[in-house]
């Protein structure tokens, strides 16, 4: 491989000392050709979270609200040959601080819609855009999960357009030979990218119907709402509000919580902890961020399973995970989906399904049983819940049903294609009128700051 400037990216933590001598090597090939290589060490850089306030595209257009180093970091990506991921493999995603900068890669995407490969996507923001190179550590062998992490490497190529991509797991105990072996084939190849059923395929198929998932554990249930947008309700807390409104209807105890900033300093893990301690069911509901879970669910996760795995006798407890996603397309939602499923499994919590929302912003904030509802039909992501309800009440998982009713667009007699037009019309139309909203016309929604 051959370039002038390639960015690292490492995603390592605190607990990451052992994986040195991987980041090692795959510098040293990296910069075998005298490419000026740049290192951002993510856990020691202040960089705040996403909010998903969208100010990237409607107040600054290309450019972070947050004047924080993610600003440099992204500049730096842009004006880089190469940008290189470094990081511990999370449940098949990014390490915590990786996706904390990950998320903040919105603003390097223009704002509209265009359909590819069947697929709905936002369109590049830059005519140059950096190869991308993403570089897993596994510390016990895992096929599923090096699988889900090469996928969310393509899915994420294919949202960032570079001119070719690469992804590979390795283990941390490799040899330094076989290593740099490795990385050499690496950075010389280009990988497929995985549209349509190379995603879809890793949708957790729902749990077998009739079988009893939760019958040991407490009749209490926890809804975690990684949304976020904290201010005002978002469609994470509207859709896990109900689901857990209908279960403490059926006599069981809820408790909700929504993942804020604190989570980064002990008393937040020591709050959330608690609360998970007391649950025996977890809904876990959450947006789609770089197609993937956003940054502080990521840390939840990694939290809880640290937690759970220290435990000599870790309570029975299930999860059921519900996703809602920008897009159109069911599938989008699957590596997220898959991602919880294998957090649930290297944790030792009962998987009891998940739920798949596209399009989310057809429920917005308004609950989803409010008297005078505004807005497209939410009839099926209603009864979705309430057939998910009533089972995992009764023990049971996720029904198939109920799977099925959230896959389906608001209009039911409107063929799909239609329904993705007018979605990715109305919604580059929608942008446009919010920005102008703050004195931002349609011209600067594409601005390029970060240019070379």
């Known amino acids: 491989m051959s370039c002038k400037k390639a960015v690292i990216l490492d995603g390592r933590g605190l607990a990451d000392k052992d994986l040195g001598p991987v980041f090692g090597a795959l510098s040293d090939v990296l910069g075998t050709d005298g490419t000026l290589i740049e290192t951002f060490h993510l ?22 609200v947050e004047d924080d180093a993610g600003r440099r970091v992204a ?34 995407i223009s704002p509209y819609f265009q359909v590819e490969l069947g697929e709905v996507h936002h369109p590049p923001r830059y005519a140059h855009r950096p190869r991308l190179v993403m570089v897993g550590t596994q510390r016990h062998p895992n096929a599923h999960e090096a699988h889900i992490f090469k996928t969310l490497a393509g899915r994420n190529a294919i949202n960032f357009h570079p001119p070719s991509y690469a992804a590979e797991v390795v283990a941390a105990t490799d040899p330094a030979e076989a290593l740099r072996q490795r990385f050499e084939a690496l950075l010389a190849r280009s990988d497929a990218l995985p549209f349509g059923e190379a995603a879809a395929s890793l ?68 709050a959330l902890l608690a609360s998970v301690d007391r649950a025996g069911l977890v809904l876990l509901v959450f947006p789609l961020y770089s ?32 996703v809602n996603s920008g897009f159109p397309e069911t599938l989008q939602n699957a590596v997220a989906l898959a991602i919880c499923q294998e957090f649930a499994s290297q944790s030792g919590m009962r998987w009891s399904g998940g739920l798949a929302l596209a399009g989310g912003g057809i429920v917005g904030e308004q609950p989803l049983n409010a008297a005078k509802r505004s807005g497209l039909p939410v009839k099926h992501v209603i009864e979705a819940l309430d057939l998910s309800a009533e089972a995992l009440a009764e023990g049971r998982p996720v029904p198939v049903r109920a799977v099925n009713l959230m896959t389906k667009n608001p209009f039911a007699w409107m063929p799909f294609a239609l329904y993705r037009w007018i979605y990715t019309r109305f919604g580059g139309k929608g942008f446009e009128k919010e920005a102008a909203k703050n004195g931002v016309t349609r011209e600067r929604l594409l601005d390029q700051p970060y240019a070379a």
């Open 291 to 322: 197609d993937a879970l956003p940054y502080l669910v990521t840390r939840a996760l990694a939290t809880i399973s640290t937690h759970r795995r220290r435990s000599a006798r870790p309570a029975p407890q299930r999860l059921v995970a519900i």
């Open 75 to 108: 500049k730096a990506v842009m004006q880089s040959d190469t940008t290189v991921f470094f990081t511990p493999v999370t449940f098949g995603g990014y390490s915590p601080d990786l996706k904390k900068m990950m998320d903040h890669f919105i603003q390097l």
């Open 203 to 270: 949708m957790p198929p729902p749990v077998a119907p009739g079988v009893a998932t939760g019958e040991d554990g407490p009749r209490q249930a926890l809804l975690i709402v990684g949304s976020p947008k904290t201010s005002s309700p978002s469609t994470s807390s509207v859709l896990g509000s109900y689901l857990l409104e209908r279960l403490a209807e059926r006599g069981w105890e809820t408790e909700s919580l929504t993942l804020r900033a604190n989570l980064n300093r002990e008393e937040g893990e020591a």
């Open 43 to 64: 856990n020691e850089m202040k960089l705040a979270h996403c909010l998903g306030c969208f100010g990237c595209w409607l107040k600054t257009p290309g450019m972070c």
